[in-house]
């Protein structure tokens, strides 16, 4: 089971970028999948999540800049992230939960077993 993200790196205030997070070797394609981020000295939170089809959610922090979408062909997540603040930065997680039972995705990072290595996503001028 592997889960990896990508993307990440140094953004002015105001620009954009692109996280994608890759799945394999799960026995199900149908997975939750959620975006955390972890600022230095801060704990954990959520982002954002999506199950396969259709349920989103978004951190208030975020909600109208950061976008969540799926390609189910290649089992990858996007997290594009528009107006990016120097608060946005961060090190990003993906992770992963097989879908069953769930109606909505959870946001909290302790319903997710599978977690990609993170990628740095740095906002300052």
């Known amino acids: 089971v592997q889960v990896v993200e990508s993307g990440g790196g140094l953004v002015q205030p105001g620009g954009s970028l692109r996280l994608s997070c890759t799945t394999s070797?799960?026995?199900?394609?149908?997975?939750?999948i959620g975006w955390f981020r972890e600022a230095s000295g801060k704990e954990r939170e959520g982002v954002s999540c999506?199950?396969?089809?259709?349920?989103?959610y978004y951190a208030d922090s975020v909600r109208g800049r950061f976008t969540i979408s799926r390609d189910n062909d290649t089992n990858t997540v996007y997290l594009q992230m528009n107006s990016l603040k120097p608060e946005d930065t961060a090190v990003y997680y993906c992770?992963?939960?097989?879908?069953?039972?769930?109606?909505?995705?959870?946001?909290?990072?302790?319903?997710?077993?599978?977690w990609g290595q993170g990628t740095q996503v740095t906002v300052s001028s």
């Open positions: 992770a992963a939960e097989l879908a069953t039972g769930w109606r909505t995705c959870p946001s909290d990072p302790i319903e997710y077993p599978y």
């Open positions: 070797g799960f026995t199900s394609d149908d997975l939750v």
């Open positions: 999506m199950l396969r089809i259709g349920s989103t």
